[in-house]
């Protein structure tokens, strides 16, 4: 089972489904031997700092406060959704990196490592006039990242074996000039875990840059002959990941990935594509720290 449901009996998850719930808590992060953010109380905390949902989803649930005030209106949201626990950490300033590792952990203990994906819609973070986002996965730089983040995740693999968890698994680390810092830890199949699946295949036919990217089609008949056209071309290939329901009568969201040779080829696909099907959604959250 790729996460735990109330709705279905224990013996039906692959792992049981409280040790899996547990383990999926952000709360359970200073306990695994890594660095990460100082975690403190709702009781006793310094500003800044971030407030969190412990079982949060993507960007939702986290709240960047800077005032008593704010601190106030996040524990307010928050605790307006029923029984949720909260996480409150300090805040790590200049972030360079937003890193997503992805491995498979064994029951044994091992783990088969997929690979890393560059997160970068990082939610209150500001971008520079003409940012130009990294691609979210270039696989010429994979043997480095996991040189590099190798000894981060060790810890956290064993302390899932230790506490009875296989399966999927993401860590996602935030990296600044004083080093690197585990956020969150995802036991759960993710789209940056199917990204990284394709990625090496991609990467076998010259393909080793991809971008993900959303999309509102003007059609989604449109958009699919504007992949197919740019797919007969040798510049790269594009692959269209379905978010809900995709219909010809009504104007959904598109999730779009762009695999190329490079930065500037890929970036020509991403305008071509655009141009005859639709218009792109802001990657990066206009939101000042």
């Known amino acids: 089972m790729n996460f735990p449901f109330q709705s279905l009996p224990a013996e039906k998850h692959a792992v049981n489904p409280d040790i ?21 109380s709702r009781d006793n905390y310094t500003l800044p700092c971030m407030i969190k949902a412990a079982q949060g989803h993507g960007n939702r649930g986290i709240f960047l406060v800077r005032t008593e005030e704010e ?19 300090e805040v790590i300033e200049n972030i360079s990196k937003c890193l997503s590792t992805q491995l498979y952990l064994f029951k044994n203990g091992h783990f088969h490592w997929l690979g890393v994906k560059c997160k970068t819609n990082m939610p209150f973070a500001k ?58 830890v995802n036991l759960k199949i993710a789209s940056a875990t199917n990204l990284l699946l394709i990625a090496p295949h991609m990467a076998a036919l010259n393909y080793p840059v991809s971008y993900v990217m959303e999309i509102l089609p003007t059609n989604i008949k449109h958009l699919l002959d504007a992949i197919d056209h740019l797919n007969l071309q040798a510049m790269g290939r594009v692959i269209l990941w379905g978010h809900g329901e995709l219909s010809v009568e009504i104007q959904r969201k598109a999730c779009v990935v762009v695999f190329a040779r490079n930065c500037e080829d890929a970036f020509k696909l991403q305008r071509e594509l655009i141009k005859v099907a639709g218009s792109e959604f802001s990657r990066v959250t206009d939101i000042d720290p």
């Open 20 to 40: 899996h719930y547990k383990l999926s808590s952000k709360t359970r992060i200073p306990e695994m031997g890594v660095p990460c953010p100082r975690h403190m």
């Open 127 to 184: 971008r520079p006039a003409g940012f130009i986002p990294t691609p979210d996965v270039d696989w010429n730089e994979q043997e480095e990242l996991k040189e590099q983040l190798g000894d981060l995740v060790l810890p956290v693999t064993q302390y899932l074996h230790r506490n009875g968890y296989f399966g999927f698994t993401a860590v996602e680390v935030l990296v600044n000039d004083k080093g690197s810092f585990v956020i969150d």
């Open 71 to 89: 601190a106030k209106q996040a524990f307010d949201e928050l605790s307006s959704h029923c029984e949720v626990e909260l996480v409150v950490t």
